[in-house]
């Protein structure tokens, strides 16, 4: 997406990233995204923190911090560091309090939801882990679930279909993706919508979940040179 002046839109204007904590919840693509936009704010020359409140694995190529005074020493010369603490599984978990966390970085963004890889994502009760600093909620949603079947496309399947008052053989809508995470509540918790894999035909199911998320909505895909694609707010398409 260009702007008014050309250029093209960055992740952080698009997702409005405030200085502080963003956490990333929903289905697949979530690491990818942090990376992404970690290494743009790194690029402006801010000084940012990639971490967990779950698990993650640690992205590859980044320097990676397993203590806090390690994390601080890195972020002297590093301008994006990882931070966590080894688990038995190879991923990493949260090696401190968010409180402790937060005053090493200008910018700290949380992967705070594990969705196995599968573009939709329904909670249990005691997910996602959201920290309460927390000043950005996005929540990534991949388009390529959408026309698939909630048995393969849905991470916790019985609870998406239950949030939409079907079975796990129904094929999921665009609708019925803005619906689910509207039932989760996360409209009024503010949550920005980032639409990852708009690309050929999953650019018109992106566009008709947009039109149905009362707030702000990011159409873009990851695996391209230019990520962000379209900005919709209250489900209108905005001009930039």
Known sequence: MLRGDGRPMKIREALQIPRGLTAVIG????????????????????????????????????????????????????????????????KLTQGAPMEDILPLATYVLCEADGSKGLPLKAHASYEP????????????????????????????????????????EHRVTPRDAAAAIRKEGYEAAGAVLFLNKAEGERLAWGWQVAAHWPGRAVIAALQSPEVIGEVWENGTKQEM
């Not at 929540?139 to 079907?166: F, K, M, N, Q, S």
């Open 27 to 90: 289905g697949g693509g979530k690491s990818t995204l942090l990376l992404r936009l970690g290494r743009e704010l790194a690029k402006d020359g801010e000084r940012v923190l990639l971490c967990t409140s779950t698990h993650m694995f640690a992205p590859p190529g980044i320097p990676l911090a397993t203590t806090l005074p390690r994390a601080a020493a890195l972020l002297e010369s590093d301008r994006l560091v990882c931070f966590g603490c080894p688990g038995e599984d190879g």
């Open 129 to 168: 882990n959201v920290p309460r600093e927390t000043k950005r909620l996005v929540y990534v949603v991949g388009l390529d679930g959408i026309g698939e079947r909630i048995a393969v496309a849905a991470h916790r399947p019985a609870c998406y279909a239950a949030l939409l008052g079907t079975d796990a």
